[in-house]
Nanobody, 123 residues
Framework: QVQLVESGGGLVQAGGSLRLSCAASGRTFSSYAMGWFRQAPGKERDFVAAFSWSGGSTYYADSVKGRFTISRDNAKNTVYLQMNSLNSEDTAVYYC????????????????WGQGTQVTVSS
């Protein structure tokens, strides 16, 4: 089992940047493929970005490609999401998750979830 705690959310103006962190504890961090999702008010939780099992490859939702970057520090058991050129459509609660399945973008393949961190982009 792994526990995940997100941080780094907040209020930012359109065009600004934020870096989210997800600290993992419990089972070895490298045992899971990590990803980020987000959920806007009244909408479903959507895939944002993820690592492959090896950590050598990354995958992004089309809506964030070129603006967001997922990274990790295995020594710190932490995954990051650098978000640049933010706009109002990025406003959501952002969740990190640990995947046990093979499908990068499917919620049901992620077993462990953090509590989420709110990102609000003002226009």
């Amino acid at each position: 089992q792994v526990q995940l705690v997100e941080s780094g959310g907040g209020l930012v103006q359109a065009g600004g940047s934020l870096r989210l962190s997800c600290a993992a504890s419990g089972r070895t961090f490298s045992s899971y493929a990590m990803g980020w999702f987000r959920q806007a008010p009244g909408k479903e939780r959507d895939f944002v970005a993820a690592f492959s099992w090896s950590g050598g490859s990354t995958y992004y939702a089309d809506s964030v490609k070129g603006r967001f970057t997922i990274s990790r520090d295995n020594a710190k058991n932490t995954v990051y999401l650098q978000m640049n050129s933010l706009n109002s459509e990025d406003t959501a609660v952002y969740y990190c998750a640990a995947r046990i399945g093979s499908r990068w973008t499917r919620l049901e393949d992620y077993k462990y979830w953090g509590q989420g961190t709110q990102v609000t982009v003002s226009s």
